[in-house]
């Protein structure tokens, strides 16, 4: 039973470029939720997706966009990349309700230079 | 909104037992969990807590009293790979996860 699959693993991109990143959840998993995490602490929410639409939202702005697809896979786009959007991007998956928590993918390590 | 707080870090030795807490406030508690994470890899669920007590998981135990809006995870016979940061999270009502900032743990010999 394959987990939750992030793809790249690594990626360096300059300043003011676009990045996609892809996540595939958990089977049997149908939520999909993305976090952002900087060196030493903990993951900051982006958003949330659920029948393909966002259905929370963290404290990030408009050039953090998603997208989830009709078999729950999920992609996340940055734009106008800064320097400070160098983090790790863990995605995450979990049952309708939640069910005992996240299934966390490798995440990909985003490094902007 | 919520708020979820933790010591920053900790260090304790082989063997003993170490209690690591978390305190929150949350509009709407839909369950509290523990994550491990070891130095850049995916967090790694521990523990689940919904209801006032305390869980028991092998070396991992969990303690959950909603009234306080606290928790503490206590890990017993540590082990050298047990060096990780331990991370509280709250699932609110709508079913989202937030995060603190972690406990960096490190166990010496």
């Known amino acids: 039973d394959a987990g939750v699959t992030q793809s790249p693993t690594h990626l360096i991109k300059t300043r003011g470029q676009q990045v996609t990143l892809r996540c595939s959840p958990k089977s049997g998993h149908d939520t999909v939720s993305w976090y952002q995490q900087a060196l030493g602490q903990g993951p900051q929410f982006i958003f949330q997706y659920y029948e393909e639409e966002e259905r929370q939202r963290g404290n990030f702005p408009d050039r953090f966009s998603g997208h989830q697809f009709p078999n729950y896979s999920s992609e996340l786009n940055v734009n106008a990349l800064l320097l400070g959007d160098s983090a790790l991007y863990l995605c995450a998956s979990s049952p309708t309700g939640g069910g005992y928590g996240y299934t966390f993918g490798s995440g990909t390590r985003l490094t902007v230079v | 909104g919520q708020n979820i707080d933790q010591p920053t870090e900790m260090t304790a030795t082989e063997g003993a037992i170490v209690q690591t807490n978390c305190t929150y406030q949350?509009?709407?508690?839909?369950?509290l969990f523990w994550y491990q994470q070891h130095a850049g890899e995916a967090p790694t669920f521990l523990s689940y807590n919904v209801l006032d007590g305390l869980e028991e998981k092998g070396r991992f135990s969990s303690f959950l009293s909603r009234s306080k809006g606290y928790s503490y995870l206590l890990l017993k016979e540590l082990q050298m790979k047990d060096s990780a940061s331990y991370l509280c999270a709250v699932r609110a009502s709508n079913n989202d996860m937030r995060f603190g900032a972690g406990t960096r743990l490190t166990v010496k010999p």
């Open positions: 949350t509009s709407g508690f839909n369950g």
